[in-house]
């Protein structure tokens, strides 16, 4: 399916933030501590600049704090030390455990929106994943997700801790001298816009970096798929250049976003250098004038480092938000992507009580093509009747692969519906209609595990039944030469497997769930002579009174079927017996003598 790769508009920072809050709601009690805690941690920060000044200022026979007022030196630098170690001591217990606990939410977040997002993906339609690379997905699912985790384990709580301690600050530099804070604040001001301006610019850069990384990351998941290919073609030197030329955007897009977070750390740098001059310029001439204490200048040097340490903090983990924006965005793309409508919440059951034939099958004028006004199967009508052993032939590219994905509900019909034993599918739950219809494809695809897991499928049998499935579809045979029989460990799609031994898992896969209807896709091929026989001998039990649906490119092995239709770009062109349509002399008669002109060749 050709899909238009456009960008949505983007949303403002606001609209993105309100997306994750369903998932801070589910951790409120643990937020709201960590919020709380960063009050006093704000304060302590405050007031240390104020100790240091009274030090100064007693020192220099000052006005100081009424309490230090005719006590001796040394039990007054003693007091205002153990003032200082307690704040010291309140910041490190609070921010230890500040600092756990929002990398504890951040966790528990970013495992919840990975949880969610691969549910998602797996929901998606098949036409989705035609056309998105892998790599694309595997970096939305944990890159991104990883990056939106720093957003609540560095981010939020971190840019909300230091607009905490900057307003704090704001207000007891207020409070102690107005003029100096007054300036301050004027530097502050544009600041803080050329930031905003500095961070705007990083996002976009940093949502071309992400778009890169993920196309290096597709194909590095498609050189190693296809390594045997690779090496076989002698493509090594060819794919390690096109990888090179890729990697080489990614690190051009990763030095844009280098040139904007280094903007903001050297605009805060000199302009924590350019407050702390004013206050010493400003502050030296109230001094002079008499109008200002050492011990304030003092503590307002230490007041301009504070100020713009938050500030400077901020920058850096406006850095880690706008990244973790840029995440939450390309999350928001998948996760809106469409689903297919599983009906899970429907009554219908796939029963004798709601069919008097079994595994009955109809089309009615069904119309698909990935583009609306490109269609790939046009009109197709027919009935399939309970028990009846049906093939589908005709030439590459005539649609039998789409017909049997639109009966397994893969893809929607553009036009016309369905029916299986008289309901519309679209009205059948998924689950019972993937029970009802049982697919073997000529590739069977395996998972990491043992072999019980591969026949199963995370579903629930006993092992009586297991082995049960096995011996009706004569797999059990080479099961028992395993080493560990059943509890065989497979490798990453079943590796340490044979071609034929793979596919006859996939025989046991659908014979333990006893499905109605019977769809085998070319699903011999890959079986030499002698087990192709052992497996038809048993694929005859098997379909015995089910609806079979065989789609064969060997039409020497669909001579004995009950009907045969075939297909010719996208239309269905004939439809009959072996012995009728040779009789016809059209499609299906010229596909049969061009085999047995290649048999005898």
Same mark, same amino acid.
């Given at each position: 399916m050709i899909r238009k790769n456009l960008r949505p508009k983007r949303e403002n920072d606001w609209k993105l933030f309100l997306r994750l809050v369903p998932y801070l709601r589910r951790h409120k009690s643990s937020l709201v501590v960590s919020v709380v805690l960063l009050i006093p941690l704000a304060f302590a920060s405050a007031v240390q600049p104020l100790i240091v000044g009274q030090a100064v200022s007693f020192l220099l026979h000052e006005p100081t704090w009424s309490f230090l007022q005719g006590k001796p030196v040394v039990a007054a630098i003693n007091t205002l030390s153990l003032l200082l170690l307690l704040t010291i001591v309140i910041r490190l217990c609070f921010v230890a455990y500040q600092g756990t606990l929002v990398q504890k939410i951040g966790q528990q977040i970013t495992t919840e929106v990975r949880e969610d997002l691969f549910s998602h993906v797996t929901h998606l339609p098949l036409s989705f994943f035609e056309a998105t690379p892998v790599g694309k997905l595997v970096t939305r699912i944990t890159s991104d997700v990883e990056a939106l985790g720093e957003v609540f384990s560095s981010g939020a709580i971190g840019v909300l801790s230091d607009l905490i301690s900057m307003l704090v600050l704001l207000v007891v530099i207020f409070l102690t001298q107005w003029q100096l804070s007054l300036m301050l604040l004027l530097i502050l001001v544009p600041v803080t816009f050329l930031i905003i301006y500095f961070q705007q610019e990083y996002r976009k850069a940093n949502y071309q970096v992400r778009e890169e990384l993920s196309k290096l990351n597709s194909m590095l998941q498609e050189n190693v798929s296809g390594i045997n290919i690779v090496q076989m073609f002698e493509r090594e030197r060819y794919n390690s250049e096109l990888f090179a030329a890729t990697n080489q955007k990614y690190r051009l897009a990763v030095d844009r976003t280098i040139l904007h977070d280094s903007s903001v750390s050297a605009t805060l740098e000199w302009v924590a250098y350019i407050a702390i001059a004013g206050v010493l310029w400003l502050g030296g001439l109230y001094v002079m004038h008499r109008?200002? /204490?050492? @011990?304030?200048?003092?503590?307002?040097?230490?007041?301009?480092? +504070?100020?713009?340490?938050?500030?400077?903090?901020? @920058?850096?983990?406006?850095?880690?938000?706008?990244?973790?924006?840029?995440?939450?965005? +390309?999350?928001?793309?998948?996760?809106?992507?469409?689903?297919?409508?599983?009906?899970? /919440?429907?009554?219908?059951?796939?029963?004798?009580?709601?069919?008097?034939?079994?595994?009955?099958?109809?089309?009615?004028?069904?119309?698909?093509?990935?583009?609306? /006004?490109?269609?790939?199967?046009?009109?197709?009508?027919?009935?399939?009747?309970?028990?009846?052993?049906?093939?589908?032939?005709?030439?590459?590219?005539?649609?039998?692969?789409?017909?049997?994905?639109?009966?397994? +509900?893969?893809?929607?019909?553009?036009?016309? +519906?369905?029916?299986v034993d008289g309901i519309d599918i679209k009205n059948i739950p998924k689950t019972q209609l993937r029970n009802y219809i049982g697919v073997i494809l000529q590739e069977s695809f395996l998972f990491a595990g043992n072999i019980n897991r591969n026949i199963t499928l995370g579903e629930t049998y006993s092992q009586e039944q297991i082995q049960e499935a096995a011996k009706v579809t004569a797999v059990d045979s080479f099961i028992s030469e395993l080493p560990q029989g059943y509890q065989t460990q497979l490798r990453e799609r079943g590796t340490n497997l044979s071609g034929g031994q793979k596919q006859l898992l996939a025989f046991a896969r659908v014979a333990i769930r006893n499905p109605s209807i019977l769809i085998l896709d070319e699903a011999t091929a890959s079986l030499d002579v002698a087990t192709e026989v052992t497996v038809q001998n048993a694929l005859d039990k098997l379909l015995r009174g089910k609806t079979a649906i065989i789609i064969a490119h060997r039409l020497s092995t669909i001579r004995n079927v009950d009907k045969i239709l075939v297909l010719k770009r996208g239309e269905l062109v004939e439809m009959g017996t072996h012995e009728e349509l040779l009789k016809r002399d059209g499609v299906y008669a010229g596909l049969y003598h061009l085999q047995l002109l290649g048999t005898a060749v």
């Open positions: 109008q200002l /204490d050492f @011990g304030i200048l003092s503590a307002f040097i230490l007041f301009a480092q +504070r100020l713009f340490t938050p500030l400077r903090q901020f @920058g850096e983990k406006f850095t880690t938000f706008q990244s973790g924006f840029t995440a939450v965005e +390309r999350i928001t793309e998948l996760m809106q992507e469409p689903t297919i409508n599983t009906n899970e /919440d429907s009554n219908l059951v796939l029963d004798n009580s709601y069919s008097e034939h079994l595994g009955e099958i109809r089309f009615e004028n069904v119309c698909f093509g990935y583009k609306p /006004d490109q269609y790939i199967l046009k009109d197709l009508n027919f009935t399939l009747k309970p028990g009846q052993k049906v093939a589908i032939v005709g030439p590459t590219g005539a649609g039998k692969t789409s017909l049997i994905r639109l009966l397994c +509900r893969l893809y929607e019909p553009n036009e016309g +519906r369905i029916l």
